[in-house]
């Protein structure tokens, strides 16, 4: 994804907020897989040996999404193996701080996204986003 779809993308979720249930449901679903795309995409140019851990993740992630048996504390588990805290690049920077004030905007506080369907939603999205990170 080029850097002027990311713009176009984050501009199309910036200009209206979500206040219907599958709105919301859209919103995190997209901003997870934004977030997911450029935080893989990032972590695997800055180290490339981190493929294995994203690829773990994504196959994972790809068989509790197909089942429909994800919950927090699974995603939870999930996303702790991935090395994001290493990531030291301005773009992946920009992308995490970037992702979390989109959601701030168009979701708000008075979401769980613990919660299902929510978190069914962001799974997806992170799923998805690795999945086209990962060139699968």
Do not use: W
């Not at 979720?13 to 893989?40: M, N, P």
């Not at 995409?41 to 994800?70: G, H, W």
């Not at 920077?93 to 008075?110: H, M, N, P, Q, R």
């Not at 978190?119 to 799923?127: D, E, H, K, M, Y």
């Amino acid at each position: 994804m080029k850097k002027s779809t990311l713009l176009l993308f984050s501009f199309l979720l910036l200009t209206s907020c979500a206040t219907t249930k599958d709105e919301k449901i859209d919103r995190i679903q997209k901003l997870s897989y934004l977030a997911s795309y450029v935080g893989t995409k990032a972590a695997l140019l800055q180290n490339p040996e981190y493929r294995i851990t994203f690829e773990l993740a994504y196959s994972n992630l790809d068989t509790l999404v197909a089942t429909k048996t994800i919950n927090g504390p699974i995603l939870r588990e999930i996303l702790s193996h991935l090395p994001v805290k290493e990531l030291k690049s301005d773009e992946a920077k920009i992308a995490i701080e970037g992702a979390t004030v989109l959601y701030d905007i168009t979701i708000g506080d008075k979401v769980s996204v613990e919660s299902q369907p929510y978190i069914f939603a962001a799974a997806t999205g992170i799923r998805d986003g690795m999945k086209i990170a990962l060139s699968k």
